[in-house]
C-alpha cells in the first residue's frame, strides 16, 4: 500500500493543481447571516442563537479572504437549523465546454454546485444503506462474487473470501494504488475508468492481504457498491438515490456522473453546500428528515460506527470517517464525508452540529493546504460559547 497523509484518502478524480486566488469578503452587515426563504431549510437570524460566536466565525472568514486561501463555502447548522453561511470566490474545477473538466475562477453563492468528490462515497453508503432497509439487498455479509456471477473467471478462494462489508470499510484487501497527485496513469482509479469493464478491472487485481484485516483506501470498491445497487434495484444507484434520498430531503438539483453506465459512486457528485448540509443532518437526525425516516437508524448507526483504524488517527465505517478534534480544551469527536480537495461534512453529535466545507485544493498536498481545511472546522469548534 502506497502509505498518503490525510487528503490522500479524499479520493475522488482530479485534473490539476488549484491555486487559491483572494476570495470574496461579505459586507460586514450581511457575514455569515444564512439566506432565509431560499429552499425550505429552517435559518436563525443573529441573536436568535447564541451557541455560536457569529462574529469569531467572521473574523474566521475575512482571515481566509485576506490570506488568499482557496475556500468557497462555509456552513454551519445547529440543532436542525443553519446559524451560518459564507460563501467566496475561487479557482474551482468545473464541466468542459465539450468533456472532462476545467480551471475556472468561479464566485460561489447558496445556488452553485460543487464538486464534492468522495463525499460521494458517504452519500452512495446512505443509499444502499436503504436499499438494505427494502430488503433490496439482503446483507452486507454476502460475498462480493454472489453479485457478480459473470466475473466467475476470476474467483480464487482468497477472493471467495470478500465479503460486501469489505467493500465498504476499505478491507478488499486487494492491490490498489490511488497516487497523488491524481493524474497520469500510474494510478488503478485513472486505469479503472479507462477499463472496459471496472468491476472486471477491480475484481481481477491481486488480493495482498486478507479480506477484512488492514484499511486500504480503494475508490474501486465503490465501483463494485454502485453495480450491486444497480443489479438489486433495476436501476442505476443516482436514480435510486435521487427517488429515495434526495426527494426526501428536497434535494432538486443533484448531478451524479456515470461511468460505463453505472454512477461514479466514488468521486461524481455534483450538490450544493446546503444540501451537503442536508445530509449530514439527516445522519445526526438518525436517518430522520421533517419527520419521515428516510434512511433506518439501525443503518445510521452500523455505517457511522468504528470498524476499523484507518490513516491519520482516524478510524472508519461503512464509507464514513471518524475522527476526533482539540477545541478550547476539550476533544471533540466527529463523523465525516470526506472529499479530495477539501470538501467535508462533519457532523459532531454531542454539540448538535454540522459543518460544510467546500474548497479547491484538489492537487496541492502540502501541509500549509492541509492546515487551512481543518482549520476550518477547528474555528468553527473554537466559536462555540462554552466549549
Known sequence: ???????????????AALTGIPAYADR???????????????????????FIDRAALCRMADGLVASGA?????????????????????????????????????????????????????????ALGIAIDQGLVRSIDEPVFSFFPEFSDLRTPQKDRILLRHALDMTMGLQ????????????????????????????GLPVVTPPGQAFHYNTGALALVSAVVRKAVGRPLDEFARANLFEPLGISSAKWNRVGGDTDAGGGLRLRPRDMARIGQLVLAGGRWNGRQVVSRSWIDASTAANIQATDDQLYGYLWWLGRARANRRVIQWIGALGRGGQSIRIVPELDLVVVVTAGYYQDYSPKAFRVQFGVFRDVLRAVRDL
Open 1 to 15: 500500500m502506497e502509505r498518503r497523509r490525510f487528503a490522500s484518502v479524499l479520493g475522488g478524480t482530479a485534473i
Open 28 to 50: 460586514p452587515e450581511s457575514c455569515g447571516v444564512p439566506q432565509a426563504g431560499v429552499d425550505g431549510w429552517p435559518v436563525v437570524f443573529p441573536d436568535e442563537d447564541t
Open 70 to 126: 482557496n475556500i468557497h463555502a462555509v456552513l454551519v447548522a445547529h440543532r436542525g437549523k443553519l446559524v451560518f453561511e459564507r460563501y467566496f470566490t475561487g479557482l474551482d474545477e468545473v464541466p468542459g465546454y465539450i468533456f472532462g473538466e476545467r480551471i475556472a475562477n468561479v464566485t460561489f453563492d447558496a445556488a452553485t454546485l460543487h464538486n464534492v468528490k468522495s463525499v460521494s462515497k458517504s452519500v452512495a453508503s446512505l
Open 176 to 203: 490498489w494504488i490511488e497516487a497523488t497527485p491524481a493524474t497520469g496513469d500510474a494510478n488503478d482509479e485513472v486505469r479503472m475508468h479507462l477499463s472496459p469493464d471496472p468491476c472486471r478491472y477491480v475484481l
